[in-house]
């Protein structure tokens, strides 16, 4: 996903939730949580992604010239693993997402399974808020990476993205990936968000000292902090 700080999208994620709105259309870009769902606006892309998964930023300007010699070159050799491969990675970075997926899938088709072409679609698709289609790529990477934490965690937040939430799924995708890395920052801030949303105060408030004990000087803790504490205002 073209993100750009996860982090604060989940933590917009958070406060939309405590005032009692939540984004149209999420963000994908996933503070990381944080960033899909009705959650953060395109341009409020979230922090916490994991660290192989591309930063999200705004869509850059077509390079028009670029593109059509990708794609021309793509359209040549259309058995060739490694254009469809790069032609995707070049479509996805122009912001071009429903380009970018048909060149992947073709790299797809010609060698079935590959991890990291299953991740870039799961990219593309949470990138584009189409979070339904990026848990399906997701949980194939998973098949073949079962201890990918990164990309758990991005599962998790498809879940947690979309709209209407599915904050236990969410939360079991998160805790997941806590069993395999238990001070991975990205899922604890994820983590303390879901539940945060789901209005488990207490579970919430407990995943938060974890991430203050991993993360001390975490430029999220301060905004987490206040909203958990207005939480407990009307509790």
């Known amino acids: 996903m073209k993100k750009d700080n996860i982090l604060y999208s989940i933590i917009g994620v958070l406060l939309g939730f405590i005032v009692g709105f939540m984004f149209a259309n999420s963000a994908n870009q996933r503070g990381y949580a944080a960033q899909p769902t009705s959650a953060v606006a395109p341009q409020q892309q979230m922090e916490g992604l994991p660290p192989d998964h591309p930063p999200i930023a705004q869509k850059p300007a077509d390079n028009s010239a670029e593109l059509d010699a990708v794609a021309k070159l793509a359209k040549e050799k259309p058995q060739d693993f490694e254009t469809q491969r790069k032609a995707g990675e070049v479509f996805y970075n122009a912001g071009r997402y429903d380009d970018a997926g048909k060149y992947w899938e073709a790299a797809l088709r010609l060698r079935p399974g590959d991890a990291d072409v299953l991740v870039s679609l799961g990219n593309t698709a949470f990138d584009d808020e189409k979070f339904e289609q990026a848990e399906k790529w997701y949980a ?15 599962y998790g937040l498809t879940f947690l993205l979309r709209e209407p939430p599915s904050f236990d799924r969410a939360i079991s995708e998160f805790r997941g990936s806590l069993e395999r890395d238990p001070t991975h920052v990205q899922t604890l801030q994820n983590l303390t968000v879901a539940l945060a949303r789901k209005g488990d105060a207490d579970a919430a408030r407990e995943a938060l000292a974890r991430l203050e004990a991993v993360s001390p000087n975490n430029p999220a803790l301060p905004r987490l902090r206040s909203e958990l504490e207005k939480i407990g205002e009307t509790d």
Do not use: E, G, M
């Open 140 to 154: 194939l990477a998973l098949v073949k990476r079962p201890d990918d934490v990164n990309v758990r965690t991005d």
